[in-house]
């Protein structure tokens, strides 16, 4: 099975900060990963697919890179409504998993 | 708009059995693949298994911790994929999300989540 880490666990910033989550695949995954935003109480909300694609209606404040086995979650500047825990997933085969999430607080 | 509905949760004593449904409306439900997705209170996701659309002959994929003892269907006809549940654990105890894909090339992401449904499994 692939595992997937992601770093920080924990990340406590501003608003109009800059924030950069990683993940990282314990094999190759090519770019089948996606990200997902989730607020306590709430079902996950896609954000990126395969990879780097933004989900329609996501703002362009988000955005997604890598390939192979790093890949980078960035918020260009963080808004008061994306405080919530990040998770990644890789679609590169089964089982799907996820990643262990990071949580963005306010600083 | 796309919506998916869970329902069946409740609470059930270990080595019990549960169906959970979903039911989904806004799209053409036979054209794709429906996941299912679970977090126990506190945790992280854990994905559990996908039912792949009739071009694929609706084949199945588990993860190892529900495989024998989770079974997901579907019946087109009525838009609802469901996931039986036998053998119940403990460590079962969660939420359920119903997922729906999409098919980007050859992979298939998650795009759309329900609201999730609570099963407990304690005595």
């Known amino acids: 099975d692939i595992q997937l880490t992601q770093s920080p666990s924990f990340l406590s910033a501003s608003v109009g900060d800059r924030v950069t989550i990683t993940c990282r695949a314990s094999q190759g995954i090519s770019s089948c990963l996606a990200w997902y935003q989730q607020k306590p109480g709430k079902a996950p909300k896609l954000l990126i697919y395969?990879?780097?694609t933004l989900q329609s209606g996501v703002p362009s404040r988000f955005s997604g890179s890598g390939s192979g086995t790093e890949f980078t979650l960035t918020i260009s500047s963080l808004q008061p409504e994306d405080f919530a825990t990040y998770f990644c997933?890789?679609?590169?085969?089964?089982?799907?998993?996820f990643g262990p999430g990071t949580q963005v607080d306010i600083k | 708009e796309v919506q998916l509905v869970e329902s069946g949760g409740g609470l059930v004593q270990p080595g019990g059995s549960l169906r959970l449904s979903c039911a989904a409306s806004g799209f053409t439900f036979s054209d794709y693949y429906m996941d299912w997705v679970r977090q126990a209170p506190g945790k992280g996701l854990e994905w559990i298994g996908r039912s792949r659309s009739k071009p694929k002959s609706y084949t199945t994929e588990y993860a190892a911790s529900v495989k024998g003892r989770f079974t997901i269907s579907r019946d087109d006809s009525k838009n609802s994929v469901y996931v039986q549940m036998n053998s119940l654990k403990t460590e079962d105890t969660a939420v359920y999300y119903c997922?729906?894909?999409?098919?980007?090339?050859?992979?298939?992401?998650?795009?759309?989540w329900g609201q999730g449904t609570l099963v407990t499994v304690s005595s």
């Open positions: 997933q890789h679609f590169n085969s089964y089982p799907l998993t």
């Open positions: 997922t729906r894909g999409i098919i980007v090339g050859p992979t298939v992401y998650i795009q759309y």
């Open positions: 395969a990879a780097s």
